[in-house]
T-cell receptor, first 113, second 116 residues
């Protein structure tokens, strides 16, 4: 079992729709959860972080965390063609100095105009 | 504010050649990392440096060495390149997110390495 699992996609949604990206993790000791966006040929960039159960909203993005189910999701409302990218789920364990960060393999999102 | 700068952006090597990837950050971060990214494999940690003067192996360290030259710089060396090391390499550094204490990674632009 992979430590962090994501469906590789591609996930295709029409422009203006809601895109739902999912991630499961195996380490119950995981403490922090992140979504990074990576455009083709570019480096990952942080778009959302979430640390406690529930929802966290930032503009068109909502991250959802359910630690009991070991599940993290990212919702993108009013999807735009510029949202087309690969979305990486990252899970962190530890505190202070070095924290082990484990990435999923990413879900490719295609927003169709 | 440059963030994380890594060089070179592209490199082609022959099997057995050596090279060093350079990385520097100007964010006063303590921790620095080297990842490689391959299709279908995601980001895999090669080596990391939790603080100046320390380095540790990550998930895929074989064939690589690192040097944390000072707080700003963290280099990755391939002593004898192999075709299996063809990949995109990312350097990253991390600082603490003020709200949670979690490390947030900032990545360099990447270095695309091809070993023939």
């Amino acid at each position: 079992q992979k430590e962090v699992e994501q469906n590789s996609g591609p996930l295709s949604v029409p422009e203006g729709a809601i895109a739902s990206l999912n991630c499961t993790y195996s380490d119950r000791g995981s403490q922090s959860f992140f979504w990074y966006r990576q455009y083709s040929g570019k480096s990952p960039e942080l778009i959302m972080s979430i640390y406690s159960n529930g929802d966290k909203e930032d503009g068109r993005f909502t991250a959802q965390l359910n630690k009991a189910s070991q599940y993290v999701s990212l919702l993108i409302r009013d999807s735009q063609p510029s949202d087309s990218a690969t979305y990486l789920c990252a899970v962190t364990r530890g505190s202070g100095g070095y924290q082990k960060v484990t990435f999923g393999t990413g879900t490719k999102l295609q927003v169709i105009p | 504010n440059a963030g994380v700068t890594q060089t070179p952006k592209f490199q082609v090597l022959k099997t057995g050649q050596s090279m060093t990837l350079q990385c520097a950050q100007d964010m006063n971060h303590n921790s620095m990392y080297w990842y490689r990214q391959d299709p279908g494999m995601g980001l895999r940690l090669i080596y990391y440096s939790a603080s100046e003067g320390t380095t540790d192996k990550g998930e895929v360290p074989n064939g690589y060495n690192v040097s944390r030259l000072n707080k700003r710089e963290f280099s990755l060396r391939l002593e004898s390149a192999a075709p299996s090391q063809t990949s995109v390499y990312f350097c990253a550094s991390s600082g603490l997110a003020t709200s949670s204490g979690a490390n947030v990674l900032t990545f360099g632009a990447g270095s695309r390495l091809t070993v023939l």
